[in-house]
């Protein structure tokens, strides 16, 4: 069975930290190009970042760029998301989502998100920044 875990969400202050990470299991995890992907109360899907299997270079949204690090473990079949200097606006849930290649595009930087193009999805981890 396809899973897709994430955890190392909770409730953290303005300028904190989290990891998120993600457990990858009932694929070839290292195939896959890996997005994190997180939805605010109200709003609609944001893609945050995006990375090759085989540690190819990251993506990141512009709202992250600089705070935020993407990276993998594909001998654990892990994923992580490094969250720096939190900020309220960065309250949603945040999901792991696999997907076959990232598309040309990004590599330009024009980052074209559509849910549809990824194959599996976690369930999501909840992140809160709050004082």
């Known amino acids: 069975e396809v899973q897709l875990v994430e955890s190392g969400g909770g409730l953290v202050q303005p300028g904190g930290s989290l990891r998120l990470s993600c457990a990858a299991s009932g694929f070839t995890f290292n195939n896959y190009a890996m997005s994190w992907v997180r939805q605010a109360p109200g709003k609609g899907l944001e893609w945050v970042s995006a990375i090759n299997g085989g540690g190819g270079s990251p993506y990141y949204a512009d709202s992250v760029k600089g705070r935020f690090t993407i990276s993998r473990d594909d001998a654990k079949d892990t994923l992580y998301l490094e969250m720096n200097d939190l900020k309220p606006e960065d309250t949603a849930t945040y999901a792991c989502?696999?997907?076959?290649?990232?598309?040309?595009?990004?590599?330009?930087?024009?980052?074209?998100?559509?849910?549809?193009?990824?194959?599996?999805w976690g369930q999501g981890t909840q992140v809160t920044v709050s004082s």
């Open positions: 989502a696999a997907i076959m290649s990232i598309p040309h595009p990004y590599s330009c930087g024009y980052y074209l998100f559509f849910p549809g193009d990824y194959k599996y």
